[in-house]
């Protein structure tokens, strides 16, 4: 048995092949390594993959700096004792809306730190607000950040961030009562600004 080893074109793209000459395994061989090599070659289409296939961090500097904004929503859902204590501000650990929202603040400010291709960009304004729905024996909290820079890429991941933070935080100030909270679906509401365009969820998401 030996081996060649080669480069070449298919389809417009290069691939590198290796080719085993063993008469039982040679188409096998032949195909594996050239779907191996295909797909770290597709790969490389995506912003965040270099062409080696490895992570980047996408270069934004020739994008054109405009305003901004993104909100998302998060929600926990509480039980009858927890909501009284959170409306009532009876719970042990403090103020748990005015808690969650410093936390939510804090943690879009730090969304670079923590989301490893996210670029650090500087915010202008950060808004987080809640509202109350009962679903039968459920309190529903539902949360919405709102965030604004004026700079060259987007904000969502922050408001996101923002969102998810406040959550988990309203769950860290309540879970000494009872751990059952359930965090409840986090998502992009709205975003402006960029070249692609506004965006803006038709529904809320149950």
């Not at 992009?188 to 600004?193: C, D, Q, R, S």
Request: proline share 2%; hydrophobic share 40%.
């Amino acid at each position: 048995m030996c081996e060649l080893q080669g480069a070449g074109r298919d389809n417009g793209k290069n691939i590198k092949f290796i080719v085993k000459i063993e008469t039982k395994f040679t188409h096998k061989l032949e195909k594996i390594v050239y779907h191996f090599d295909e797909r770290s070659l597709n790969m490389a289409e995506f912003t965040h993959f270099n062409e080696e296939g490895r992570a980047k961090m996408v270069d934004v500097s020739d994008k054109p700096e405009t305003v901004r904004t993104a909100i998302a929503h998060s929600s926990i859902a509480v039980n009858e004792d927890i909501y009284m204590r959170i409306t009532e501000n009876k719970m042990k650990k403090g103020d748990v809306l005015a808690v969650a929202q410093v936390a939510g603040i804090m943690a879009a400010k730090k969304t670079s730190e923590i989301i490893p291709m996210c670029h650090p960009i500087p915010l202008t304004g950060i808004d987080l607000s809640f509202d109350w729905e009962q679903n039968g024996k459920e309190y529903i909290l539902n949360i919405s950040a709102a965030v604004k820079t004026k700079g060259n890429t987007g904000v969502e991941m922050e408001a996101l961030t923002a969102a998810s933070a406040c959550a988990l935080t309203v769950y860290d100030m309540c879970k000494a009562v009872e751990k059952g909270m359930v965090i409840g679906k986090t998502y992009l509401v709205e975003k402006t600004g960029g070249k692609n365009g506004d965006f803006m969820r038709e529904e809320k998401l149950k």
